[in-house]
C-alpha cells in the first residue's frame, strides 16, 4: 500500500537550533518525493522535490531509498520557517497519475 | 496570475442539504485534481481531471459526491446529500501536463466545508 507516514504533530524549537521533519513512505516502485508547506493564512504550496535536488529557504531533503525516508532538514531555524509542514508522494509512471499522497503533516513552531 | 481559486472560501449547511464548490485552475492547465482534508487527519486525493475527462476518481468516497468539469475549464464538486462526515477542508489543484514528469501542483486556498 502507499503510504506516508510524519511520525512528529508538532516540532517546536528556537531560532537558530537545527531542525529535522521526519517522512517515511511505504510505496512499490520508484515514486517521486515533495515536501509541501503551508504558512498561516497562505496557500498550500510546494518547498521542494528530491528530483530537483535543491535548496529551498535553506530547506534540503534527500531520499533514501533503503530506509524509505525523506526528512526535511535545515541547519538553522528562523522564525518565518513556522509552518504546516506535508511530506507527499507520487507514482506517475507506474500508475499513469499524479496524485499526490500526502502525511499527515508537522507543524513546525520556532520560537524566538 | 491569480492562481487556482474556490469558491466558496467557507459553507456551513445542514445534514441532507446540497452544496456545490467550485474551481477555477490557472489558466492552461489541463491538469484538475480534488482533495479532502478532514479534521486530524491526512490530506486525501479525492479525484483528478485532465481537461474535461477523469483520469482518476479513485478517492471519491462514496456516489453522494459528484465531479464535473464541462469544457475542460473550471470544475464543480457536488455533495447531495450531506453527511456530518463530510466536513473538512476540500482543496482544488492544478498543473500542467509533462510527459513522463509528475507535475508540480498548484494549490487553491481551500473551501471550509461543515455540515451541522
Known amino acids: 500500500a502507499q503510504r506516508v507516514t510524519q511520525p512528529e504533530k508538532l516540532l517546536s524549537v528556537f531560532k537558530g537550533a537545527p531542525v529535522e521533519l521526519k517522512c517515511n513512505y511505504s510505496?512499490?516502485?520508484?515514486?517521486?518525493l515533495f515536501w509541501y508547506v503551508q504558512y498561516s493564512r497562505q496557500r498550500l504550496q510546494l518547498l521542494l522535490r528530491h528530483i530537483s535536488r535543491e535548496s529551498i529557504k535553506g530547506f534540503t531533503a534527500d531520499l533514501n531509498k533503503g530506509e524509505t525516508s525523506f526528512h526535511l532538514k535545515k541547519p538553522f531555524a528562523q522564525e518565518e520557517d513556522s509552518a504546516m509542514y506535508y511530506c507527499?508522494?507520487?507514482?506517475?509512471?507506474?500508475?499513469?497519475?499524479?496524485?499526490?499522497?500526502f502525511g499527515t503533516g508537522t507543524r513546525l513552531q520556532v520560537f524566538p | 496570475e491569480a492562481g487556482v481559486t474556490q469558491f466558496p472560501s467557507h459553507s456551513v449547511i445542514e445534514k441532507g442539504q446540497t452544496v456545490t464548490l467550485r474551481c477555477d485552475p490557472i489558466s492552461g492547465h489541463d491538469n484538475l485534481y480534488w482533495y479532502r482534508r478532514v479534521m486530524g487527519k491526512e490530506i486525501k486525493f479525492l479525484l483528478h481531471f485532465v481537461k474535461e475527462s477523469k483520469q482518476d476518481e479513485s478517492g471519491m468516497p462514496n456516489n453522494r459526491f459528484l465531479a464535473e468539469r464541462t469544457g475542460g475549464t473550471y470544475s464543480t464538486l457536488k455533495v447531495q446529500p450531506a453527511e456530518l462526515e463530510d466536513s473538512g477542508v476540500y482543496f482544488c489543484?492544478?498543473?500542467?501536463?509533462?510527459?513522463?514528469?509528475?507535475?508540480?501542483?498548484?494549490f487553491g486556498p481551500g473551501t471550509r466545508l461543515t455540515v451541522l
Open positions: 507527499a508522494l507520487s507514482g506517475k509512471r507506474r500508475y499513469n497519475t499524479d496524485k499526490l499522497i
Open positions: 510505496y512499490s516502485g520508484s515514486p517521486e
Open positions: 489543484a492544478s498543473s500542467q501536463e509533462v510527459r513522463d514528469r509528475v507535475n508540480e501542483q498548484f
